[in-house]
Each structure stands twice: as structure tokens, then as C-alpha cells.
């Protein structure tokens, strides 16, 4: 059977049509010296066996189905991994200078849409490796999956028992494409009759039962359906309005420890004291251009995975709230931002963000681009490896990941590595020309939280 993308993906897939709206994600391995890219090139092999959808591209579908995943027949290994030497000075400058033309590069849609860079030549004698992807092929969570196939827990490099088997591709049939979608459109028309039908008798038995219970209850729904999807006409920034194609890339460490302690002391969880620390960055930054700050939007992408989800695979939704920059007290915006976060995971909606996506997806694509183009600022926070790894013999400095800002000022990705988080920022140099006067003020920002700790 046909795979067809998600309705969150396919959302997502969609708004791309705007390439400021491109759900690229890349991330930065730094190695302390050259791995056996003999080995490393093995693992990606392994790698694109265990994980099918690194074989595939997408082909559109008949309306409103989704676009589906199909064997790509002309898969090459060898084009979507290349080794490089670092260009002068060969600093990690130069590494993220890579990194940003990976992620403003655009997806050749012919083939699968992955690509890894090896890097060797680094100043300090060490590499680098650049991985480029579409976020529908994975969330954070599945790349660390990935990841832990991909590395060594010692610097010998494990034997890997498992045969690499190529995947039977089927012939050419256009005919069977276009019945698979069909019968994808008449599925879910048939799906909305079935539900409506079955909830019906139901809900009205229980408006007699329970009226007011359950007019609260569908209150209730509504207005978490609402709050999901409601528009947002204009930025809560009124500094950082426009958008570009232009990217800057930067990082930051933090420690763990101390972050997680100051999140104690603030009332709240790791990502809250996270978040303040970025609305601290943005209070610092809008104060030093001379403009007042309150509450700007965020976008927070929320795991759906649960144990049993396969390797892979993006199973996240967005979610929009209103954050607290201009508190100035860090453990009283880690208070507040715990308190936001802590409805939205409890959002009614959550478990209907497909449907909703679903619903989405036949909207107008002005309509929704204009709803991502008003975002202030996304925040991502993703549990990494917590022992250090090798890979192809080489020991794994540091790790980074850069998140699509689709539509926003800044994204700004936590991952975790050991007792560090080290913090990918993704900016458009549209809304925040000045990336190093903005990173200068996410230091402050994190300084201010970090000193709960101590």
C-alpha cells in the first residue's frame, strides 16, 4: 500500500511553496579528529536500510490526499554523502558558514531529501560533519534514534551483525497512484461520516443526560480547537517584523546542571528555565534597540512519540502560546513560562492535531503562511545522548542542531550531550540583522537565569 505523508507534514510540505517557510533542519557534529570515513560511510548505508523513508521521495497526490512516499529508483548512496576539506582557517566559522548554505540550500525533490557532508582540514586537526534533512523525515527525538545507530559508545568501532539488504522496488504503475488516492479521499470522507455517526447519538444523549456538563465540555474543545489555530495578524515584536531568505547560524553551551537547578529554584522544568533564558536574550535585545517588549508569540514543537513508535519519523506537533519577555525576574518568568507550557501540553486538541492539520490543508495557503510569517520565535528542546559517544573511532566534542525558522525571527534548539546543552541558533538576518549583537544578548539572557543556580 501506498505511504502518504501525514497531515501535519503534509501542512508543513505544503506552506514550502513560501521557501522563508522550509522545514530544514541541519546539525553539526565536531569530532577531535578524522573518523574512519570508511566506517562512518558504512553506518549511513546501514542507516538508510533500517530507516526506508531515506530511500524515497514524495510525488504528489490526487487532491486533497496528501503527497505519498515512493521507492526512488535511482538512489545513490554516494550522492547524498561527500567529503570535504575545510577552506582557511578552517575554524568552526568555517563549519557553520557550511551549515548555513546547507540550510538555505533548497531539497532536490527528485530524490530523497537528506544529505551529509564529512569535513576533514579542521585548525585544531579535528572534522566535522554537517547533517542536512527535511524535518518530515525525522523529529529530534528519532534523530537521536538514529544517532545511537550511527555512533559508538567506545573508540573501537562495534562489528554491526546486521546485513545490509537493498528494498525490493515495485514496477512502474502510474494507474495504481492515482487509485490509492482515490480510495485516501474516499477513506477519510468515510472515516468523518463513520465518526459523526457514531458520536452523535451519543452526544446528544448526554446533552440530555448532562447539558450543562456537556456544553461546558464542547465549550471547552472549541476553544482549545481555537487556540490552535487561531490567526495571528501582526508579531508581538514591533522590532523584529520582516523575513527573509537570509540565515545566520551561531551556538551557545550552557551547562546542564546549573540549568536544571535554576529551573528548580524558578518553580519550573529544564525547558521552561530554556525558554526564559531565550526571552531573556529577547528583552535584553529589544531594551539595547530602544523598544519596549511584553508577551511574544512562540511556536514550541510537543513530542507525540510514544515507545512503540518505529526509528524515525516526525511525530511532533506545533504549538503557539504567548511568553513573558518582559519579566525581568528569571525565576518569575520561569514560573510563568511553566505555567503556559503546562496548558499546552494539556491542550484538548493535542490528540486531534492531524484532523486538524487535515482541516488545514484545505485552507488557503496565504491564509496560513500569514499565520507562520507572525511568529515571533521558535524554541526547541531535544533530550540528546547522555555519555559521550565515537564515531568511526573519533570522539564526539560536541553536537548542534539548527531548526527551521519557518516564518519566525530566530529558532533557537536545545540538545543535550553529556552534562552540556548546546544551543543551535538559527536567525533571519530579515527580522535581526545584528546576529552578534543578538547572541551577545542571549548570553546575558541565560546569564541572568544561570545565576538562580549559584
Not at 487561531?230 to 531568505?245: A, D, E
Not at 523598544?291 to 507525540?304: F, Y
Amino acid at each position: 500500500m501506498p505511504e502518504f505523508m501525514s497531515a501535519s507534514d503534509a501542512f508543513t510540505w505544503a506552506m514550502e511553496s513560501d521557501p522563508r517557510l522550509r522545514s530544514t533542519v541541519v546539525t553539526v557534529i565536531l569530532l577531535e579528529h578524522a573518523p574512519d570515513w570508511g566506517v562512518v560511510r558504512s553506518r549511513f548505508q546501514l542507516i538508510a536500510t533500517k530507516l526506508p523513508m531515506l530511500r524515497k521521495r514524495l510525488v504528489e497526490s490526487v487532491p486533497p490526499a496528501p503527497p505519498r512516499w515512493v521507492h526512488c529508483r535511482d538512489f545513490d548512496l554516494d550522492f547524498h554523502i561527500s567529503r570535504v576539506s575545510a577552506p582557511e582557517p578552517g575554524s568552526l566559522d568555517v563549519v557553520l558558514e557550511m551549515a548555513r548554505r546547507a540550510a538555505m540550500d533548497e531539497f532536490d525533490h527528485a530524490r530523497p531529501m537528506w544529505e551529509v557532508t564529512f569535513i576533514d582540514g579542521l585548525a585544531d586537526n579535528g572534522a566535522a560533519v554537517v547533517c542536512k534533512f527535511h524535518h518530515s523525515l525525522t523529529d529530534g527525538l528519532g534523530g537521536v534514534q538514529i544517532a545511537m545507530t550511527l555512533f559508538d559508545l567506545s573508540e573501537e568501532p562495534r562489528l554491526i551483525g546486521e546485513e545490509v539488504v537493498e528494498p525490493h522496488i515495485p514496477g512502474r504503475h502510474l494507474l495504481p497512484g492515482y487509485r490509492a488516492s482515490i480510495g485516501y479521499d474516499v477513506g477519510l470522507l468515510s472515516a468523518a461520516v463513520r465518526g459523526a455517526l457514531r458520536a452523535g447519538p451519543s452526544l446528544a444523549l448526554n446533552s440530555i443526560r448532562r447539558p450543562l456538563q456537556t456544553a461546558s465540555e464542547t465549550t471547552e474543545m472549541v476553544a482549545s480547537v481555537y487556540r490552535t489555530v487561531r490567526p495571528v495578524n501582526r508579531t508581538g515584536s514591533p522590532l523584529m517584523t520582516k523575513r527573509s531568505l537570509v540565515r545566520r547560524l551561531g551556538v551557545l553551551e550552557v551547562s546542564r546542571p546549573r540549568l536544571h537547578e535554576a529551573a528548580h529554584r524558578g518553580g519550573g522544568a529544564l525547558n521552561d528555565a530554556f525558554v526564559a533564558g531565550i526571552a531573556g536574550g529577547l528583552r535584553h535585545y529589544h531594551n539595547k534597540h530602544g523598544v519596549n517588549v511584553g508577551d511574544l508569540h512562540l511556536t514550541m514543537p510537543v513530542s507525540l512519540r510514544t515507545k512503540d513508535d518505529p526509528m524515525g519519523g516526525n511525530r511532533i506537533t506545533l504549538m503557539r502560546f504567548d511568553v513573558p519577555v518582559g519579566v525581568a525576574d528569571p525565576a518569575e518568568r520561569i514560573s510563568a513560562i511553566n505555567k503556559r507550557t503546562q496548558q499546552v501540553r494539556h491542550e484538548k486538541s493535542l490528540p486531534y492535531t492531524q484532523l486538524i492539520a487535515g482541516v488545514l490543508n484545505l485552507m488557503p495557503r496565504w491564509y496560513i503562511g500569514s499565520i507562520l510569517r507572525h511568529v515571533d520565535f521558535l524554541a526547541s528542546d531535544v533530550p540528546g545522548i547522555p555519555v559521550p559517544v565515537y564515531l568511526g573511532g573519533a570522539k564526539v566534542r560536541a553536537q548542534y542542531a539548527f531548526g527551521p525558522t519557518i516564518g519566525a525571527a530566530v529558532n533557537v534548539t536545545l540538545l543535550t550531550y553529556v552534562d552540556t546543552c548546546s544551543l543551535g541558533i538559527d536567525v533571519d538576518t530579515g527580522a535581526i540583522p545584528d546576529f552578534d549583537e543578538f547572541r551577545d544578548c542571549l548570553v546575558a539572557g541565560f546569564d541572568e537565569v544561570l545565576a538562580l543556580a549559584d
